[in-house]
């Protein structure tokens, strides 16, 4: 079993919609959890993090974690054309290395 | 600031060959990562320097791929000889400062290609 698991879509949503992205692990030693955006071409850039359990919230995104269930969330209001990359994510336990899920593509339709 | 360089860009390559990844990580950061990146198994990490040295190797492949980082501003990850399974993108990310949750930074990739 992989330690992280994340669907890899395809993902397509008129603009304006919500989207749900979504994770599972198994290391229940996971205490960081991060989400990155990769565009087409590019490398993976942090877009948030959230330590142990929790929501947290940066304009239109909101990060869910839920240690109990071992699933983690991100969350996409009125999601725009330029919110079209693949979501990555991705966690560690303390000074331990990041683990990746494979990443979700996105498209988000104009 | 200058992000995180990588070289080249792509690369294509005949079987057998070897092959030199560059990386230039952001001024100042202390850990230095190598990772590659295929569609079957995501992002995977194959080597991390701290201060330049070698940390943790665990996820390198097999004797052929071998990781350098001679001073705080380069490093090389080379492949010898290279094989078509080898082929992926290989990403350099650097940090700054773990193990608080400091984002790593990422280049934009090295593209390689074995015939």
């Known amino acids: 079993q992989k330690e992280v698991e994340q669907d890899p879509g395809p993902l397509s949503v008129p603009e304006g919609a919500i989207v749900s992205l979504n994770c599972t692990y198994s290391?229940?030693?996971?205490?960081?959890f991060m989400w990155y955006r990769q565009y087409s071409r590019k490398g993976p850039e942090l877009l948030m993090y959230t330590y142990s359990s929790g929501n947290k919230e940066d304009g239109r995104f909101t990060a869910q974690v839920d240690k109990s269930s071992k699933y983690i969330s991100l969350f996409i209001r009125d999601s725009q054309p330029s919110d079209s990359a693949t979501y990555l994510c991705a966690m560690k336990a303390g000074a331990n290395n990041l683990f990746f899920g494979t990443g979700t593509r996105l498209t988000v339709i104009p | 600031d200058a992000g995180v360089i990588q070289s080249p860009r792509h690369e294509v390559t005949e079987m057998g060959q070897e092959v030199t990844l560059r990386c230039k990580p952001i001024?100042?950061?202390?850990?230095l990562f190598w990772y590659r990146q295929t569609m079957m198994r995501g992002l995977e990490l194959l080597i991390y320097?701290?201060?330049?040295?070698?940390?943790?190797d665990s996820g390198m492949p097999e004797d052929r791929f071998s990781a350098k980082m001679p001073n705080a501003s380069f490093s090389t990850l080379k492949i010898q000889p290279s094989e078509p399974r080898d082929s992926a993108v290989y990403f350099c990310a650097s940090s700054f400062r773990l193990p608080s949750p400091q984002p790593q930074h990422f280049g934009d990739g090295t593209r390689l290609s074995i015939l």
């Open positions: 320097f701290n201060n330049n040295v070698p940390i943790d």
């Open positions: 001024s100042g950061h202390d850990y």
């Open positions: 290391n229940s030693a996971f205490q960081y």
